[in-house]
């Protein structure tokens, strides 16, 4: 492991420690935890979120989590997605193999197994297969956006190994502070592609996990922000002049708040803005 991965993941641990700090599960929310979603019992493990009172089918957000294709897992993201799951969604919240550890495309291959499971044990909690989104944020973004675009484009789906389950697909989707201009010449970004990259950053590689080219008009619609003081501001931009090129519906979002809002802020959910980004979206989702 590299010192750039060592030093990620403590920093972002403590970070969101302190986030997170105080918060609990809400009364309103009923958690099935640590589901074996794949064959991996330490990687493939997953959380589902259930609003208590509701007793009609739940249309079903997914949770891609970012942290630099080197950290995180669903204990960082379980209030986030808890919140979710109190405006009236099902929500899965999945671990999936990270690098070093693990290479390209891996994490995608995690979510072709949380879309599996989705499609066969959707009846045992009620789950309605015919509203499904997706929120992924900084690298989960980026990867987010690589997995519908191998729902929604054929030539690239042909490129990986792996099938999509019959009938699953993304009512729409929610990119929240993403990370989509990968190129060797970013220094962070091209160092952790040498972590995640099997080959460390070839050229072939960069173009194959180029967010912004296999976008097609089947893409879904999007709900896309970012924030004065995300340092990947300027990737949500770009990705919305590709989603306004492609003629792919999509609202772009660019939020300000009392104190200058960094990052993924709208992971803590003791924000007022954060509340309203997260309100939004599901605003958005419940148009689609």
């Not at 009236?88 to 499971?117: C, S």
């Not at 929610?174 to 989509?180: D, E, I, Q, T």
């Not at 300027?234 to 809002?261: C, F, I, W």
């Amino acid at each position: 492991m590299s010192i750039l991965t060592d030093t990620i993941r403590k920093q972002f641990k403590e970070g969101d420690d302190i986030r997170d700090e105080g918060l609990t599960t809400p009364d309103t929310v009923q958690r099935f935890d640590n589901i074996l979603y794949g064959d991996d019992p330490e990687w493939n493990t997953m959380d589902l979120y259930i609003p208590k009172e509701e007793k009609e089918k739940l249309p079903i957000i997914i949770s891609f989590h970012g942290g630099g294709w080197v950290y995180g897992d669903k204990e960082r993201y379980q209030y986030y997605c808890m919140s979710l799951a109190e405006r009236g969604f099902a929500v899965i919240n999945f671990t999936y193999r990270l690098a070093p550890e693990f290479k390209h495309p891996a994490p995608l291959v995690d979510m072709n197994q949380v879309a599996h499971w989705i499609m066969n044990h959707a009846k045992d909690y009620f789950l309605d297969t015919e509203h499904i989104y997706g929120v992924g944020d900084s690298a989960g973004a980026h990867l987010l956006v690589l997995y519908a675009s191998i729902l929604t484009n054929k030539e690239y789906a042909s490129t990986y190994d792996f099938k999509v389950p019959e009938g699953f697909h993304f009512s729409a989707l929610a990119l929240n502070c993403g990370a989509y201009n990968i190129t060797p010449e970013l220094e962070l970004t091209g160092e952790l592609m040498k972590e995640y990259l099997p080959l460390g950053g070839t050229e072939e590689e960069f173009k194959a996990i180029d967010p912004k080219q296999y976008i097609t008009s089947d893409f879904p619609p999007c709900f896309v922000m970012t924030a004065e003081g995300d340092f990947l501001v300027e990737d949500a931009l770009t990705m919305s002049q590709v989603l306004t090129h492609r003629n792919v519906p999509h609202m772009y979002k660019y939020y300000v708040g009392d104190k200058p809002l960094n990052h993924v802020f709208h992971c803590n959910i003791k924000l007022k803005e954060a509340t309203q980004c997260n309100d939004e979206e599901c605003q958005f989702f419940r148009d689609y």
